[in-house]
């Protein structure tokens, strides 16, 4: 069966950035199960897998504008030592998630001072080329509850 819209997609992927270092990889772990065509994955490797078939395997790049979108420089800002809880130590590096405008993001701490913390909320894989090896090991039509819900029924929706 092929990857098309309204089915759901399971995928073995190991991510790398530019350099060849692996950022993630669902090695060791149940595949990544999806509905396709409910933007639940970057868009550039969704549009790459439409119309492969199950057992097919092959390399992707996506581009910043495909994946998590070009590093903007606006989303860097100082924000007050004071709005974190006064026991948690912050150091650069940690990253959290906000709830803002645009849905939960994840913040970075980029530097603290004293009464200062620079925190960017791009994502942590903005700006980047994104480089995946990509094997398609399951491809089923996707139930009514799962087209409603926009995730494959067992599937938490965190994954």
Do not use: C
């Not at 960017?120 to 094997?135: E, I, R």
């Amino acid at each position: 069966m092929e990857v098309a819209n309204k089915r759901v997609v399971e995928i073995d992927y190991t991510l790398k950035d530019a350099e060849g270092n692996v950022l993630d990889s669902s090695e060791g772990r149940e595949p990544l199960a999806f509905v396709h065509g409910t933007q639940s994955i970057i868009p550039g490797l969704e549009k790459a897998i439409e119309g492969w078939n199950e057992g097919q395997e092959g390399a992707v790049t996506v581009e910043p504008a495909e994946g998590y979108g070009e590093r903007n420089d606006e989303l860097q800002q100082e924000v007050p030592r004071d709005i974190f809880q006064a026991d948690t130590e912050i150091e650069p590096g940690m990253r959290f998630q906000a709830v803002g405008e645009q849905g939960t993001q994840i913040i970075t701490v980029i530097k603290v001072e004293d009464d200062k913390v620079l925190i960017d909320a791009n994502h942590p894989l903005a700006g980047q080329t994104l480089h995946f090896d990509v094997k398609v090991t399951g491809v089923r039509d996707a139930t009514d509850s799962e087209l409603e819900s926009g995730q494959p029924d067992g599937v938490d929706e965190e994954q």
